[in-house]
């Protein structure tokens, strides 16, 4: 301890104008040299900067994709859960007809306030991008509709939708259940059917 206090001035400072010195003289010849890698050195690592933030962007991209699929699909996922909600709503209405509504007071006023609800789901749809489908003597769409059954119309076109058994909802222009129907079998049986099936 005391030796370094008595030393301190000046040793220490030759010995740092010898390392200064010393790393100078070594610097110098390497110069020229070091310059060569050095352009080839920045273009590598100019290379793999450009590929890092490309990378990145793809990588972002991605990310938000994945997430506004899985926002979609959560979203989809709700909106499945509430459709049996609105078919409850529509089976206690059509279960009270008219004529019987109008011949027992309550359950008119119960009726009004299941079709105000049923309103009300069908405004939070819209709002939500969900739409219903209620196709009735138009062509089966294997896109939007599923088939129950089919039935013997003779007159009918094979494959034209003549009973809507479900409403089918999109969201947002997708699927997100198929309309469940019966169609018209067409008198030449089903063959004739599955064509015009087909190429509707």
């Known amino acids: 301890m005391t030796k370094s206090h008595h030393h301190h001035h000046h040793p220490d400072g030759s010995a740092k104008t010898e390392i200064q010195a010393g790393g100078e003289q070594e610097a110098a010849p390497q110069a020229p040299e070091?310059?060569?890698?050095?352009?080839?050195?920045?273009?590598?690592?100019?290379?793999?900067?450009?590929?890092?933030?490309?990378?990145?962007?793809?990588?972002?991209?991605?990310?938000?994709?994945?997430r506004e699929d899985m926002a979609k699909f959560a979203i989809s996922m709700f909106?499945?859960?509430?459709?049996?909600?609105?078919?409850?709503?529509?089976?206690?209405?059509?279960?009270?007809?008219?004529?019987?509504?109008?011949?027992?007071?309550?359950?008119?006023?119960?009726?009004?306030?299941?079709?105000?609800?049923?309103?009300?789901?069908?405004?939070?749809?819209?709002?939500?991008?969900?739409?219903?489908?209620?196709?009735?003597?138009?062509?089966?769409?294997?896109h939007q509709h599923e088939v129950m059954f089919d039935v013997e119309m003779p007159g009918v076109a094979p494959g034209t939708i003549i009973q809507l058994i479900e409403p089918g909802y999109l969201i947002h222009g997708r699927l997100l259940r198929p309309a469940r129907v019966a169609v018209a079998r067409g008198s030449a049986g089903a063959d004739k059917g599955n064509n015009v099936n087909t190429s509707a």
Not at 38 to 43: F, L, N, P
Not at 87 to 116: F, T, Y
């Open 79 to 142: 909106a499945k859960s509430l459709l049996s909600v609105a078919d409850n709503l529509r089976r206690a209405l059509s279960a009270a007809s008219e004529s019987v509504r109008s011949q027992n007071e309550p359950l008119k006023h119960l009726a009004i306030g299941v079709e105000a609800t049923e309103r009300e789901l069908l405004a939070a749809f819209e709002k939500a991008g969900i739409t219903r489908i209620e196709p009735i003597n138009v062509p089966f769409d294997p």
């Open 34 to 66: 070091s310059g060569c890698n050095c352009e080839a050195g920045i273009a590598a690592l100019t290379d793999k900067l450009l590929r890092a933030v490309a990378e990145n962007d793809n990588l972002q991209k991605r990310a938000m994709k994945d």
